[in-house]
Structures are given as structure tokens and as C-alpha cells.
């Protein structure tokens, strides 16, 4: 086949990545504007799905799933300042998730993958220390808070 006969091919292609990228950044910012909406309103684990999501449209050259990734290090960072624990570990690990549902040829944030997986471990390490150290409390299960209770 000559470059010629395979010119429809290739333009075929091309549209149809350009329109699977576009589908998803469109994807990644609603996601994004939800989940803000949702801290707005003091529903953090409900924004920090929305977060995940974001995170999981990731594009090359999209900017939501990065604001995504932001928003999750602050809410996380937060809830250790606060001693919310289980809020921390669930932003941390949807950092995680998302980030690793999105590796292609490359790791995507790849430092930010290596943050969250530090911070899971510690904060898992530190939770499994505290709740082995006070009786009845081994039987609480790593959950986030109640939603409503936020």
C-alpha cells in the first residue's frame, strides 16, 4: 500500500484520537468542577471520587487531571493536620489509583504516584500502630469518615 492508499487511514485515525482526547479532557474538567462543587459544600470523600475520575481522563496536555491531583494533596494534607486520618488515606490513595489506571507508555505524575504510595504507607502504618495500641479499636476498619459526619 502506498502512502496514498493509507492517507484515509491515517487522517481516519487521527480523528478518532483527537476526538477520544477531546471527549475525555471535556470529561476530566466536569469531573473537576464537581468535585469543587462538592468541597464547596463540605462533601470531601464525594469530591475526592470525582477527583479519582478526573485523574483517570487523563490527556497529555489536559489540565484537570493535574488540578485534580492538587486538589487531592491539599484535601489529604489537610486531613493529617486535622488528624483525619481515613480522609487522608482515601485521597491519598485515589492519587494512586488514578494514577496508575492512567499509566500508558510513561507513568503520568510518576513523583506524585511516589508521594501518595509514601504517604499511604505511613499513614497505614501509623493507623495500624495507634489502633493496636488502644483496645477495641484493631476492630475499626480503615473507611472514610461518615459523609455525614464531615
Do not use: C
Not at 5 to 22: C, E, F, M, Q, R
Not at 129 to 141: H, Q, Y
Amino acid at each position: 500500500m502506498t502512502l496514498r492508499g493509507a492517507l484515509p487511514y491515517l487522517i481516519g485515525g487521527a480523528v478518532l484520537l483527537g476526538g477520544a482526547a477531546y471527549s475525555l479532557s471535556r470529561q476530566a474538567a466536569y469531573r473537576v468542577s464537581e468535585g469543587l462543587r462538592l468541597e464547596q459544600e463540605g462533601k470531601r470523600i464525594d469530591a475526592i471520587e470525582q477527583y479519582e475520575w478526573a485523574i483517570q481522563s487523563y490527556t497529555p496536555f489536559g489540565k484537570s487531571p493535574d488540578l485534580a491531583i492538587e486538589r487531592l494533596k491539599a484535601i489529604a494534607a489537610d486531613a493529617e493536620i486535622r488528624g483525619e486520618t481515613k480522609t487522608a488515606l482515601v485521597a491519598w490513595q485515589a492519587i494512586v489509583s488514578g494514577l496508575t489506571v492512567t499509566q500508558h507508555f510513561f507513568q503520568p505524575r510518576a513523583e506524585d504516584l511516589a508521594l501518595a504510595e509514601g504517604r499511604l504507607i505511613e499513614l497505614r502504618n501509623r493507623f495500624l500502630t495507634s489502633a493496636s495500641a488502644s483496645p477495641g479499636a484493631a476492630a475499626e476498619s480503615i473507611q472514610p469518615e461518615d459523609r455525614a459526619g464531615e
